[in-house]
């Protein structure tokens, strides 16, 4: 992924972690599943692409908020989004913190999106529709590549929260609710570069 000056897409890769306390409460079902011993740096690989999908899906709901062109539906669910895609940070940077390295935060990487994005409802459903659909196809790819078994069942929680919200996104935009039996796992390469469409 595209960062500031101070990071490139390869730095972030090599990066890691999170906070996972909030107000003295671990978040996520992933959060105490992390042992710098036992993850294999091929998981650490995933996990970090998945820390740094959370980190651009949180700022582009934050700004598609932020816009207020919104109806109070969408903007109802702009907000859930948000909110599950911080939860989500939180418990997949949990296993990077797990093994005491530093997480990667959004001061780390400068976002950018097409011209137009926050302008009206159309384009910010059609936007987090593409966005969601790739993180979807990111956490696909990491339950088919990473080895460390505890991971897999929060992993698997959280493609199903993201697979929810290609399915609300796809119906604002005039797509069936659902369609694939069989939707689409991206490696973690594919991942790297459909997700750095969206860094300066």
Do not use: W
């Not at 409802?121 to 529709?129: R, V």
């Not at 080895?147 to 399915?167: K, Y």
Request: charged fraction near 15%.
């Amino acid at each position: 992924m595209g960062m500031d000056a101070s990071l490139t897409r390869a730095q972030l890769l090599a990066r890691s972690g999170a906070a996972v306390l909030v107000g003295g409460v671990t978040l996520g079902p992933l959060a105490d599943d992390a042992d710098a011993a036992a993850v294999p740096a091929s998981d650490l690989a995933y996990v970090r692409l998945l820390v740094g999908a959370e980190l651009l899906a949180s700022d582009f709901y934050q700004q598609a908020i932020t816009a207020s062109v919104a109806s109070p539906a969408v903007a109802k669910y702009l907000k859930r989004a948000y909110f599950n895609e911080q939860e989500h940070y939180q418990s997949v940077a949990g296993i990077i913190r797990g093994t005491g390295a530093v997480p990667a935060t959004a001061a780390d990487i400068d976002f950018s999106y097409p011209d137009g994005s926050f302008e009206s409802e159309a384009s910010i459903s059609k936007l987090a529709l593409q966005l969601e659909s790739t993180i979807l196809g990111a956490y696909l790819g990491a339950l088919g590549g990473i080895q460390t078994q505890s991971f897999l069942t929060g992993l698997g929680q959280i493609a199903a929260c993201e697979a929810q919200h290609v399915s609300y996104f796809s119906s604002e935009t005039g797509g069936k609710v659902f369609d694939l039996s069989f939707p689409p796992a991206l490696t973690i390469a594919q991942a790297s570069d459909a997700l750095d469409a969206y860094t300066a």
